[in-house]
């Protein structure tokens, strides 16, 4: 279900950019790092599009990465801190007060 309203949104996202691209065909100078390259505004913005992507793409996979990293690291931590629990001497009982008697305050 999940991976069907991704491709239903992207779908939707890739045809309104198809039709904002065809409107938009007329011819653009770009200067990049000196260099000035005349290209249709279509190309312009698919290109943007797909450098945008791939730099969020490779932002979120390291980001997924280290987090996964963490996970291991830390639950394997925790298997440490148990066994260690275990091994050690259990904790001694807890002392209880000693019970006070009613007062009778019948008695002086």
Request: charged share 20%; aromatic share 6%.
């Amino acid at each position: 279900m999940k991976g069907q309203q991704r491709f239903i949104i992207g779908l939707v996202l890739a045809l309104i950019l198809i039709i904002f691209a065809l409107l938009n065909g007329q011819g653009v100078s770009v200067n990049f790092f000196g260099i000035q390259l005349e290209w249709p505004l279509i190309v312009i913005i698919a290109v943007s599009v797909l450098i945008g992507a791939v730099v969020t793409w490779l932002i979120s996979t390291s980001a997924v990465a280290n987090a996964k990293k963490q996970i291991r690291e830390l639950q394997q931590r925790i298997t440490e801190l148990t066994k260690a629990n275990k091994a050690e001497k259990p904790a001694p009982k807890p002392v209880q007060a000693p019970k006070e008697e009613p007062v009778d305050s019948t008695k002086k």
